[in-house]
């Protein structure tokens, strides 16, 4: 079987690499097509050298643009590659433009699309990545669902019960593969000069397309982030996503007290994460860590398509207005910490590649 792994941002990298390695193990035949959405050092490579990952066969290099910019220039190069390389199945993780493109572009030419990461649902499709889950859910053959929430959303959207499989999330398996590395001081000597070891601090990360283009939303985030630092009197830090920093100028933005760092490799980021005192956020992967790194987390968003964070009691929803982070924060920080993973047992990913192996002889 020959299988056809479709990345292009920093989380896909970061939730593909223990398939990738599974692949590699079991001595199968792969390559990496990466579109280039994200093609900064920071956000793309410095993944690929840390994870140990072979370079991308293909790289298409798109870039930045409006979405339809984004998704139709990956769709014509993804659909030339999958027509020279005819692979069996293309594999495409999470929510992103490139998860659309890749899911597209492969259906259209009659390769059959595996989809990991399926089933989430924030149920606002105001947000472009709901969309884009929705969509590459639809169109896939083999439904990898981390948890038994995010099969039954599928279910009640009318997708067969024989397509899904809940297999956990792979992120765990990243999670698992990386920590003591991290803790044995693996990571780029980023935190230097940071807090890490011998200080409490909190943790940010904020970029998602409706806060930080959203001037109001934004600003709220950044007040109510200097609210928790007066309050509690401790450190922000925020490795802050290309993205909002440059909405942050374009809009005047002051940080205030807020650190603002550059994005982080995988390995320092895990290790500032797993010592926070609590982490602020609106990424979906950052959610799933802290919960499975035992800290809590204070979203900064409306809904979550990640609702066992909440129901474990690992997570909160704060949105995005000043006194209510506050608020929220003050809530979670002396959570128990004692709450169960909900996310896998860390082998999500040999689950997938065995269910793949198992279900293309089938099919062909
Ligand atoms: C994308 C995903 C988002 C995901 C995030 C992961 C979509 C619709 N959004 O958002 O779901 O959470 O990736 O980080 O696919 N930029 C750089 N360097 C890069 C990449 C981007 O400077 O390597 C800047 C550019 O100014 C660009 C902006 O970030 O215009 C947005 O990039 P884009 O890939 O469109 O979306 P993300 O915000 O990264
Ligand atoms: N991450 C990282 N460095 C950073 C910020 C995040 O390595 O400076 C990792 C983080 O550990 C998580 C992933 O990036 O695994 C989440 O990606 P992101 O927040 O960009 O996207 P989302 O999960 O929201 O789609």
Not at 204 to 218: A, P, S
Not at 256 to 281: C, H, M, N, Q, W
Not at 347 to 357: T, Y
Request: proline share 5%.
């Amino acid at each position: 079987m020959k299988v056809a792994i479709v990345l292009g941002t920093r989380p896909e990298v970061i939730k593909m690499s223990p398939i990738v390695r599974q692949l590699e193990e079991k001595g199968l035949d792969f390559f990496i097509l990466h579109t280039g959405q994200h093609y900064s050092y920071n956000l793309d490579q410095v993944f690929f050298e840390q994870l140990r990952l072979p370079q991308p066969k293909y790289n298409l290099k798109v870039g930045s643009g409006t979405h339809a910019e984004e998704t139709g220039k990956m769709m014509i190069g993804i659909e030339r590659v999958l027509l020279e390389e005819k692979p069996d199945i293309v594999l495409v993780e999470g929510d992103t433009n490139t998860v659309l493109a890749g899911g597209l572009a492969a259906v259209k030419v009659g390769v059959p699309v595996g989809h990991v990461e399926a089933g989430l649902r924030s149920f606002d499709r105001s947000m472009p990545e709901e969309v884009n889950r929705v969509v590459a859910d639809h169109i896939s053959h083999l439904l990898f669902a981390p948890t038994e929430k995010a099969r039954e959303n599928l279910l009640k959207e009318g997708i067969g019960d024989e397509k899904v499989y809940v297999t956990g999330n792979t992120i765990v398996d990243a999670v698992h593969e990386n920590l003591e590395l991290a803790k044995e001081g693996g990571g780029n000597n980023a935190l230097e000069g940071l807090c890490v070891a011998d200080c409490e601090y909190f943790l940010v990360t904020v970029h998602r397309q409706e806060n930080v283009d959203d001037l109001r939303r934004f600003k709220g985030i950044l007040d109510g982030l200097n609210l928790v630092q007066k309050y509690f009197g401790l450190p922000v830090v925020y490795p802050i996503h290309p993205r909002s920093r440059r909405r942050m100028k374009e809009y005047g933005l002051d940080a205030g007290e807020i650190a603002l760092i550059e994005p982080l490799d995988y390995l320092s980021f895990l290790l500032l994460e797993s010592r926070a005192k609590l982490v602020f956020t609106d990424s979906g992967g950052v959610q799933e860590e802290a919960c499975i790194l035992k800290v809590p987390c204070v979203t900064l968003r409306d809904n979550t398509e990640r609702p066992e964070t909440i129901e474990v009691g690992a997570n909160i929803l704060a949105g995005t207005d000043p006194k209510n982070i506050l608020e929220k924060a003050k809530l979670m920080i002396n959570s128990g910490r004692m709450w169960p993973n909900p996310f896998g047992d860390g082998r999500a990913a040999e689950r997938i590649v065995d269910i793949i192996g198992e279900w293309l002889p089938k099919k062909l």
